[in-house]
């Protein structure tokens, strides 16, 4: 069932790994920065792409705490601590994004920043999910 419409305006090239824009109607989700570390609050790796990979499974726990699904993401913004780290990293990520979200592709932008909060931190993630009424 699609919970959502993606939006792509005529003419325009599809994007690849995200959507231009999200129309959705139901229930929202707005998870915190979520970063790569497990239930114990210890970062789970030192690279980029195994934080990323982290983030998304800590995000899907967090999103079926209500009732949501990765189907039901329609945005999310990510922090990167290092963009060539995210460029060179991009073939795990999507690895792991095909592996953890599965073919969805939400509204997505991707921001380098100087550091985050937390130390060792490199990637954080803001998710918005729709959940149909």
């Not at 994007?15 to 929202?28: D, E, L, V």
């Not at 609050?41 to 999103?63: C, K, M």
Request: contains cysteine; aromatic residues 6%.
């Amino acid at each position: 069932m699609t919970v959502h419409e993606t939006l792509l305006p005529p003419g325009w090239p599809r994007p690849k790994g995200y959507a231009n824009g999200i129309a959705a109607s139901g229930r929202t989700i707005y998870t915190a920065g979520v970063i790569g570390w497990d239930a114990h609050e210890r970062i789970v790796s030192d690279d980029l792409a195994g934080q990323f990979a982290q983030v998304l499974r800590n995000t899907v726990a967090i999103l079926a705490e209500g009732g949501a699904a990765p189907e039901h993401i329609v945005r999310i913004t990510c922090y990167v601590t290092d963009r060539d780290a995210y460029v060179a990293s991009l073939a795990e990520i999507g690895a792991a994004w095909r592996d953890i979200i599965g073919k969805h592709y939400p509204a997505m932008a991707v921001v380098a920043v100087a550091a985050l909060v937390e130390h060792g931190a490199k990637v954080e993630i803001e998710t918005t999910a729709v959940v149909p009424a």
